[in-house]
């Protein structure tokens, strides 16, 4: 006789045999063993489907996606879905909708519950073969399906999106007590908060999402209690937050978990966890985290530089469309901070910024590409379009760059009315358009000449610390130019202009020093700034000096220190230079007369 176990199994094969046909007990018998014996459990599931059991092949389907009682196979489920779903079966459709947003091979792992958390639609995401079958389930009372239908209606193509029903969707959802819902609920009543009481009942919504587990609601949450969105600021809240949306895998909250534990801020400062969470973040794919990473090690700060690293991280950051990063990367290639100067590699990154729309990087990259220090064979990037469209949009830098292209011919005929146009409109915010501005209102171009303008927009200028602008200011009220004329208020700004190194300033320090002006005249003064400026190569200024050094003036006559500034004037192009170094001496200067006759 066979065993008690041989027999058993027997008895078990014959009732699944007799199982088969029926679809009813199929269905009942495979989710009495599912458990059990999920291998016989599938094939009963499937002999239900075949007989137009809907929900049988639905459960097939959810076999196939997570591997139970046979390997993984997302296009297999994603068949038996589609079985399903066209007998109206709402979750297979719901189903649907999820793999033609995210993609067979992530959907045994979204599982929807990911949605707005851990998961993004894939760059393959049909928006338009996900909607139907979204708005079926939802339309048939599908809580979850309600929030992915809202979900598309918010986040697809523009030509799908209807932000309105979208918000009464993601409120149906959110009455059923769908956390989904409930999170997309919330998200919407912030973006419509005017009101306190608005921002509170956003707030009540993102509480029960959270409440329910998703990290996405952590997160909002405790970007809401660090920058006092909807309530009152709270660090120490802000950590918690992040911290339990961290720990689920969230790549935007171990960012500003990291942010928030390397800067002290919410509780005690800790390097090694705050640097840990951000690298955790950036490997996991957070473009943010990413470039925090890389910010932090290119400045002096909570850990010391490393440029290497920051150039690492923003590299990361920027092959991940983060265009602020990006940037960075490029400056560190142009100016060889910490890595090896490469105008052609800062090129490339700046561009991908620039093209990223990101305007301070589209103005980096004009200034490289007009220095001509690329060797790289690129096509001139459209400068002048991007700064046509920032400054049509309002944008201050914009509308200063866009006048640069007008005033210098670049990508676009020369047009000096046109730039100067462009220029006043900049000159309210941006202080290089007011040098700009002052300029071409001094020379007439563009505009009629007006000095007493020309001398409002430099004195803007320089107020705001313009080293240029300072010294244009000052040489203004030593000529009386728009200007009332005043060498004492002339002196204040070229002393301002010192600090920066300006050669220029130095010797016109050391000429208001030297007579002829209101300032008592000081040769020791004068000789002191002429020394300044003529060190720092300015030709006149070294004329000057030598001049002081051969008659004694502000000090010891010493002509071996006059041969060595008139052989420098000489050298900086001074023509009077080479004659007065030679009446230095009378040999060299008889000889000179010899020769010239």
Known sequence: MPAPMARLNILAKLLDRFATRSPKFARARAEHIADTAPERALVLFAAAAQAGDAEAAFIVGEHYLEGKGTQHHASEAARWYQHAAKAGHAGAQCRLAQLYLFGLPKAATVHWAGLFATAEASEEADYHAALPWARRAAEAGMADAQALFAYILTAGPEALRDPEAAFNWYRKS????????RLGYGIALMLRADTAEKSTAARDQLMRAAEAGLPAAHYLLGFGAERAVGTTANEALARHHYQI?????????????????????GGPTDLLNGESWLRRGALGGDAEAAALLGDMYARDGALPPNYVEAARWFRVAAERGHKAAARALGMLYLNGTGIGRNPDEAAVWLRYAAEAGDLRAQADLA???????VSLAVDQPPLHEWFERAANQGDPIGAFNYAVCLAEGIGVPRDDACAASWLKRAAEDVVDAQFWYAKM?????????????????????????????????????????????DHHLAKSWFLRAVPAGHAGAM??????????????TDLDAARHWFTEAATR?????????????????????????????YSQAAALGVPEAASELAELDPLRAQAARVAGS
């Open 174 to 181: 959110a009455e059923q007590n769908c956390p989904q819902g």
């Open 441 to 485: 209102l001094s020379e007439g171009r563009g505009a009629e000449m007006d000095e007493a303008g020309a001398a409002y927009w430099f004195a803007r200028a320089a107020a705001a610390g313009m080293t240029e602008a300072q010294v244009a200011l000052a040489e203004r009220h030593v000529d009386g130019r728009g200007v009332a004329r």
């Open 537 to 565: 190569r300015h030709p006149i200024a070294a004329l000057m000096l030598a001049r002081y050094a051969a008659r004694g003036l502000g000090g010891p006559r010493d002509i071996e220190t006059a041969r060595h500034w």
């Open 367 to 373: 200034a490289l590409l007009q220095s001509g220090n």
């Open 507 to 520: 010797f016109a320090l050391g000429a208001l020093y030297a007579g002829g002006h209101d300032l008592e």
């Open 245 to 265: 949306a961290s720990e689920a895998g969230l790549g935007l909250a171990q960012a500003r978990l990291g942010l928030l534990l390397l800067e002290g801020r």
